[in-house]
């Protein structure tokens, strides 16, 4: 059945975004997932890109950590890019 998140952004377009920037490997048959990881909003890349889901129920929280270690990149409706790089991580 369709969830909040292939009704709000597209569980394809998230693909193609990931894919985007760097090659997509899927590790959940590898994986043990916690039982609560679909109410989590992050989606991280080997690049050090962080995709924040603006729909998230805990998108405050999520996002006040983030703009403490990230540097936005992109803030669209549904999804935000962050990038960690090091004055990112070391800025007050």
């Known amino acids: ?5 292939d009704g709000a952004f597209g569980a394809a377009s998230l693909l ?6 760097e ?3 899927d590790y ?6 916690k039982s609560d990881h ?3 909003p992050l989606w991280i890349t080997k690049e050090n890109l962080i995709f924040l889901e603006a729909f998230s129920p805990i998108y405050h929280q999520a996002y006040d950590f ?10 669209p409706e ?3 890019t962050y990038k960690l790089t090091e004055n990112s991580l070391y800025a007050d």
């Open 28 to 33: 959940s048959q590898v994986l043990t997932l």
């Open 78 to 80: 549904y999804i935000h």
């Open 16 to 21: 193609e975004s990931l894919t985007d920037h």
């Open 66 to 75: 983030l703009v403490a270690i990230a540097e936005p990149e992109s803030r």
């Open 23 to 25: 090659e997509f490997r």
């Open 38 to 40: 679909v109410s989590r």
């Open 1 to 5: 059945g369709e969830n909040e998140f």
